[in-house]
């Protein structure tokens, strides 16, 4: 009998693919950049010698950002900004700018989301996900253009995304419907701002599971009992893979992708089962009673 042996491990942290001082003089801003995913992305930019300026709300983050980057002795600024709002993603673009000169790269990493049965969910949950993760994405990347038409320069732009883009995501259907948004605008983009030098790409992680995962989200990944088990590779992501994956698109190596969603996750994404397997309600996967619209 064959035994499942998943996909191999990466290669350890610290490890790069592209080649030292890549992103020498580039400055790279990345929404988000204090936690998680948007904090592995920017750490390896930040290996191969960018600039980084990290942008988000909360001062904790920025401070816990700075404090990665520079355990890397890597430049970095961080900017106080709300990417809903148009004024404050300027303020962090001039912030940028004043440290290290234009961004050459955009990481549009920054998203909200929880899960929730739709029938649950207030109109202004609905907004404030769509507000973060699709116009945010949107304002971010337009102030970004917006320079660089004015300079005559070129750049590259990286959407953070997810695979329910594809797919609808049944229980996050906020989220799923943004990321859906965001993965189409990725292909609009991409096709008006090529003729300008602007390369616009996605990039879809997996489960990556880490520590700055917010409650709500942790919760739902303690219901998957197993997680390495539950995905094709037999094992979930390491930060570093994201990284690779999104410095390679900004890179020259990578400059004729464009309009492009690169899916990092192992194949989980297209799984389907041989059987059907009987059908668990959003609910009752979440361990929720019955529907009473006055809860
Ligand atoms: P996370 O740790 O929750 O990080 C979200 C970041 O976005 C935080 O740093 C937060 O900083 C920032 N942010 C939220 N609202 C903002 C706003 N209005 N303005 C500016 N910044 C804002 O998330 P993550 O797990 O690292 O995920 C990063 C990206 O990967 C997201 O786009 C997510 O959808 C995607 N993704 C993640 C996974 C996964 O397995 N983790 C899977 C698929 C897709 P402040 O609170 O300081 O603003």
């Given at each position: 009998m064959t035994e499942p042996i998943g996909l191999p491990a990466p290669p350890a942290a610290g490890e790069t693919a592209l080649r030292p001082g890549t992103f020498d003089g580039t400055c790279v801003l990345v929404t988000g950049g204090g936690t998680g995913l948007g904090k592995a992305i920017a750490s390896e930019f930040a290996r191969l010698g960018a600039a980084i300026v990290i942008a988000s709300r909360k001062d904790e983050h920025l401070d816990a950002g700075r404090a990665a980057m520079e355990a890397l002795q890597a430049s970095v600024a961080t900017a106080v900004c709300d990417i809903r709002d148009a004024d404050s993603v300027a303020g962090a673009f001039d912030a940028a700018e004043q440290a290290?000169?234009?961004?050459?790269?955009?990481?549009?990493?920054?998203?909200?989301?929880?899960?929730?049965?739709?029938?649950?969910?207030?109109?202004?949950?609905?907004r404030t996900v769509i507000d973060i993760t699709l116009n945010g994405t949107y304002l971010c990347a337009?102030?970004?253009?917006?320079?660089?038409?004015?300079?005559?320069?070129?750049?590259?732009?990286?959407?953070?995304?997810?695979?329910?883009?594809?797919?609808?995501?049944?229980?996050?259907?906020?989220?799923?419907?943004?990321?859906?948004?965001?993965?189409?605008?990725?292909?609009?983009?991409?096709?008006?701002?090529?003729?300008?030098?602007?390369?616009?790409?996605?990039?879809?992680?997996?489960?990556?599971?880490?520590?700055?995962?917010t409650d709500d989200i942790k919760g739902n990944l303690d219901r998957t009992s197993d997680k390495d088990s539950a995905q094709p590779a037999m094992r979930v992501g390491q930060r570093q893979e994201l990284g690779w994956a999104?410095?390679?698109?900004?890179?020259?190596?990578?400059?004729?992708?464009?309009?492009?969603?690169?899916?990092?996750?192992?194949?989980?994404?297209?799984?389907?089962?041989?059987?059907?397997?009987?059908?668990?309600?959003?609910?009752?996967?979440?361990?929720?009673?019955?529907?009473?619209?006055?809860?």
């Open positions: 290290f000169g234009l961004p050459g790269v955009l990481v549009n990493n920054a998203a909200a989301n929880f899960p929730v049965p739709a029938e649950d969910m207030s109109p202004n949950a609905w337009r102030e970004f253009a917006r320079r660089h038409l004015t300079a005559g320069t070129p750049g590259s732009i990286i959407n953070v995304g997810a695979s329910y883009a594809w797919t609808g995501g049944p229980g996050f259907a906020h989220s799923a419907a943004a990321k859906a948004g965001v993965k189409n605008l990725t292909e609009s983009l991409a096709v008006e701002w090529g003729p300008y030098g602007i390369q616009v790409n996605g990039l879809v992680p997996g489960l990556f599971p880490h520590e700055d995962m999104a410095t390679f698109l900004a890179s020259p190596y990578g400059r004729f992708i464009s309009g492009h969603t690169l899916v990092v996750d192992g194949a989980n994404w297209q799984r389907r089962s041989l059987t059907n397997p009987p059908v668990v309600t959003v609910r009752d996967q979440m361990g929720k009673g019955p529907f009473t619209p006055d809860a």
